[in-house]
């Protein structure tokens, strides 16, 4: 089954040019650990020296020691109960952690078994709160844009303390909203491209207050004030307080460009999504919340009859006629939808009807019919 639902769980930088080739550089610190570092300052478009002084190291952030707490690393998966990982695991318990590495190196196999044993993904930046310590090493924890009636405060699970910090990003004016499968941030740019060693690696969605811009890169800061540079194409600058402008067309342009991308049980993140995780990703780049699981979308937004579907509508699927919903996909036109399937398959394009037991289907999109 491919939807989580049906399985019970127990349980900063700044700007120089050189003399001879006229080339902007932009110096944004040392290669590393999301955590903050010193960086080179040599002017900026705000009218700073330009003299080359070192700048000083900025706070970094702290350990989780509160109730409210940050995703510290690029993607964070939570776990139904903290002793299942397995040593296969380990990179996605790491700070940093390297989801794309986790992956590649599980078998199908070894896909399969997660199936029941992770709850949920965070994104880096994501705000959470602490509700217990299991054991050392390890936090419980939930996740309030994740709305579930599993608990009240948000999608629950198990973390390693090591992901997590106390340290609140920084508040932004604009944010610069990651829109490929993933992306790398540097540690220095040129108008030619990435001059300094990769610092991160992104999931689409995350979002990253920005400190300024180009047509060919962003400026943005990390989580304890490390600033680092981002490609301008691989992200949309959005200004707090605007409308995010999200139609039908948008959403399924953005699923879109996941075609192909590997089935992974609880999933959230550019770098594997699951049925729910897909849709509820999708809609939250476009500032639109929806429950994480399939069940919980079922029944929320508004009703569409099956011959008014529009392209952006969510479409559900039962295991039997009077059986639990196990699956959404997002509807495409033509009678055919962008799902992901089950483990072992990619994020396709295939018919609404290829299930069988059609569970109905639901509108998010404000003002929209």
Same mark, same amino acid.
């Given at each position: ?5 049906? +399985? ?7 700007? =120089? ?9 932009? =110096?944004?610190? +040392? ?32 350990? &989780? =020691?509160?109730?409210? &707490? ?17 040593? /296969? ?49 390890? /936090? ?50 040129? #108008? ?82 699951? &049925?729910?995780?897909?849709? $509820? ?18 029944? $929320? ?40 399937? $089950? ?7 295939? #018919? ?18």
């Amino acid at each position: 089954m491919s939807d989580r639902s049906a +399985v019970t769980a127990t349980g900063g930088g700044s700007w =120089a040019r050189t003399a001879a080739s006229g080339i902007a550089v932009l =110096a944004l610190g +040392v290669a590393g650990a999301w955590a903050a570092g010193p960086y080179i300052h040599g002017g900026s478009p705000a009218g700073a020296s330009g003299r080359g002084e070192v700048a000083a190291v900025s706070t970094a952030a702290k350990p &989780c =020691a509160t109730r409210t &707490c940050y995703v510290a690393v690029n993607v964070a998966t939570l776990w139904v109960r903290s002793v299942y990982p397995r040593p /296969v695991d380990k990179p996605a318990l790491a700070n940093p952690a390297n989801p794309r590495g986790w992956i590649k190196s599980m078998t199908l196999a070894q896909k399969r078994w997660l199936v029941g044993k992770l709850q949920t993904q965070a994104l880096y930046g994501t705000k959470v709160i602490v509700t217990g310590h299991p054991r050392p090493g390890w /936090v419980k924890i939930a996740i309030p844009g994740q709305p579930t009636p599993k608990d009240s405060r948000g999608y629950p699970g198990y973390v390693p303390a090591r992901q997590l910090t106390s340290t609140a990003p920084v508040p932004a004016t604009r944010s610069a909203v990651v829109r490929t499968k993933t992306a790398s941030l540097w540690s220095a740019w040129t #108008s030619a491209g990435p001059a300094g060693s990769r610092v991160m690696e992104v999931s689409y969605g995350t979002r990253l207050p920005v400190v300024a811009s180009t047509p060919a890169y962003a400026v943005v800061k990390l989580i304890g004030g490390r600033e680092v540079a981002v490609r301008r194409g691989n992200v949309v600058l959005h200004k707090a307080g605007t409308s995010w402008n999200a139609t039908g067309a948008k959403l399924v342009a953005e699923a879109k460009k996941f075609l192909g991308l590997q089935y992974l049980w609880a999933g959230t993140s550019g770098f594997g999504f699951d &049925c729910s995780g897909f849709t $509820h990703t999708l809609y939250a780049a476009f500032g639109i919340r929806l429950p994480r699981d399939a069940d919980r979308q079922a029944v $929320h937004g508004r009703s569409v009859a099956s011959n008014s579907l529009r392209p952006g509508d969510l479409v559900f699927f039962r295991s039997s006629a009077t059986g639990p919903i196990i699956h959404v996909g997002m509807y495409v036109g033509s009678g055919k939808m962008i799902d992901a399937p $089950h483990t072992g398959a990619p994020v396709r394009i295939e #018919s609404v009807w290829r299930f069988g037991h059609y569970a109905g289907a639901r509108r998010y999109l404000p003002g929209s019919g």
